[in-house]
């Protein structure tokens, strides 16, 4: 039986890059440039790629991409946009649960849930940063993106969802939080790209900053820094605060 977010990407990647979240990433790609300090041999892997939108920026600016995504669908949008830009990018269609890879890749980019955090089991989650961990050389980083385990301690996550609702068709409803598993369980309705309703069954892992660098640090990661992640502005700058509905994490190996 497959899960809610392989029935919503199933047909949803034309939707999905004129949603309002994923309008950042000229910015985001600028924020990781400067973290590899523009290195242009490094090796670069995408986890959750979806239509490749980082993928493919960071291909256009001269870097080696390969970026994996459990969705087909997904993916043949971005090997269509890749296309379009005559860029050579290794798209593959893989389970982030289960990676291939071995000592293979410089930096591991996991951008606006990636994957993380959608599992239905902490454990599963768990397996993702296990894998990526895996596939990093020696002195490899990591950069993604989760979900602000003290947003909800201090706002509402409906009411936040109805207020962010811009442009795009995503919408939320019948929300409810768990305190006891920091999970967000609601009804997410979409059109997809048949002009088809589709209602979802979802529920999120929201993480707070202890657990994240305790995972991490379990993984060999030697230096993890967490900051507010500021959609297509993301800055060493930004402070964690319990106002940032996501939170960016930076692990590096070394």
Known sequence: MNQWYEKLFSNYANAYDKEEFTQGTFGECDFIEREINFNKKIKILDVGCGTGRHSIELANRGYVVTGIDLSESMLNKAKEKALEFNLKIDFQVEDARNLPFEDEFDLTLMLCEGGFSLMETDEMNFQILKGIEKSLKQNGKLI?????????????????????????????????????????????????????????????????????????????????????????????KDQLTTEDYEMLVIGERH
Do not use: Q
């Not at 019948?174 to 997410?188: A, H, I, P, V, Y």
């Open 144 to 236: 993604f993106t989760t979900l602000n385990g003290l947003f909800p301690l201090f706002h509402s996550v409906k009411d936040f969802l109805a207020n962010e609702k811009k442009d795009g068709n995503a919408s939320y409803s019948e929300n409810s939080f768990n305190l006891m598993t920091l999970r967000d369980f609601n009804k997410t309705t979409i059109i997809n790209d048949a002009g088809e309703k589709i209602e979802l069954d979802c529920n999120e892992r929201y993480y707070v900053p202890s657990e994240i660098t305790w995972l991490l640090k379990s993984l060999n990661f030697k230096k993890i820094n967490i900051f507010g992640a500021k959609l297509g502005a993301f800055s060493r």
